[in-house]
């Protein structure tokens, strides 16, 4: 059986060489993670840490949900770790972290909205009898019963806020959407939602059955394209500024 996940498919439509080093040929990255990607981590695990303690029956304090934030960072900081925008320095990334996390808190305290779950694991099945299967981790599972809505919660510390549209054809949390349906009954609701903190919003989207079935189709499409592909080219994009492998890449060196 063969599994895959939203990122492996990502990194095939963004740059099949990227795929082909990470992937197939498992080449050592020139660098463990950008700041980027570490403020993400850091965010990621002070939220999951802040729900823990308020399913616990424990409410954090503004100043204990930093503290453990800057635990995180320093813990988990590697001098190495890539800046592109050179601009900017590591501290000016703590402070926007610093800036989600308050923003967050004042905004959905006291965190009483049905969360089940954090860093849910999920399995989505393609089709009957495939070897192929989708995994998956969501941020927060919540479920409203009020309602009876099962909802998605993923969260973004990037810059950029896509438009509606984009959210409304995305495929992330389309899929994870899948699997909690396969858990719970294909009957069930399910919200998409985004919470850009750059931005302190909020983005809720919502898929019918019949898309969700044709995302299945999409992807076991898409696998098959992948594991039929014998060349894997470079494509050069703005994302090759923060790719970890310009070193072993024809297109850079």
Not at 83 to 112: A, M, S
Not at 189 to 195: D, F, G, P, S, T
Request: hydrophobic residues 30%; positive net charge; glycine residues 4%.
């Amino acid at each position: 059986m063969a599994i895959y996940s939203h990122s492996k498919l990502s990194t095939f439509e963004q740059c099949k060489q990227k795929y082909k080093f990470r992937y197939i040929d498992k080449i050592k990255p020139d660098f463990k993670a950008t700041i980027e990607a570490h403020l993400g981590s850091c965010t990621h695990d002070t939220l999951e840490w802040l729900y823990h303690k308020v399913l616990e029956g424990n409410l954090p304090t503004l100043d204990q949900i930093i503290e453990f934030y800057t635990n995180k960072w320093q813990e988990n900081y590697k001098e190495n770790c890539k800046i592109v925008k050179q601009e900017f320095t590591p501290e000016d990334y703590f402070n926007k972290g610093v800036k989600f996390l308050i923003n967050y808190y004042l905004k959905h305290r006291p965190f009483k909205d049905g969360t089940l779950e954090m860093e849910k694991r999920v399995f989505v099945e393609l089709e009957k009898n495939t070897p192929h299967k989708i995994i998956g981790y969501i941020d927060r599972l919540v479920h409203d019963k009020e309602k009876d809505i099962y909802e998605i919660h993923d969260y973004k510390t990037g810059n950029f806020l896509p438009s509606q549209e984009k959210f409304d054809q995305d495929r992330q949390l389309a899929l994870y959407g899948i699997a909690i349906k396969q858990l719970y009954g294909q009957d069930k609701e399910i919200l998409l939602v985004w919470h850009y903190l750059n931005h302190n919003k909020k983005i809720i989207s919502r898929r019918t059955n019949q898309q969700l079935d044709k995302l299945k189709q999409d992807i076991l499409k898409l696998i098959d394209k992948i594991e039929t592909t014998n060349e894997f080219p470079h494509k050069k994009s703005p994302l090759c500024r923060w790719c970890e492998y310009k070193s072993s890449c024809p297109g850079w060196n």
